[in-house]
């Protein structure tokens, strides 16, 4: 393998990881704009993943709800998708219908 393509491919794994970061703190920080549990949430989806460094360095990352800006539910669903977490979408769709407020 040539080294450019190597790179090439060194910078696509890179810039997806980074990418996945983002959907994580975007997960963690719907969150707690919602006074939920992200680690629970994501366990509700994962159960067997118990340790998940990504989560827990987003979580970090996360700003109190009066400092964040909005997360429309559609743009977490949509990042959530992008990245093949159809499980966790599931489980954060529940949540949101729980926040639907009663008519």
């Not at 700003?63 to 966790?88: C, M, Q, R, W, Y």
């Amino acid at each position: 393998m040539s080294s450019t393509k190597k790179e090439l491919e060194e910078q696509i794994i890179k810039n997806y990881q980074k990418d996945e970061q983002m959907m994580v703190l975007v997960f963690a920080q719907w969150c707690v704009n919602h006074n939920l549990d992200p680690e629970e949430i994501y366990l509700r989806a994962y159960p067997g993943q118990s340790e998940n460094q990504a989560l827990k360095q987003a979580i970090d990352l996360t700003v109190p709800k009066e400092e964040a800006g909005d997360i429309p539910h559609d743009t977490l669903l949509g990042v959530l998708s992008l990245f093949g977490n159809d499980d966790l979408a599931f489980v954060v769709t529940e949540e949101m219908e729980k926040l639907k407020p009663e008519n």
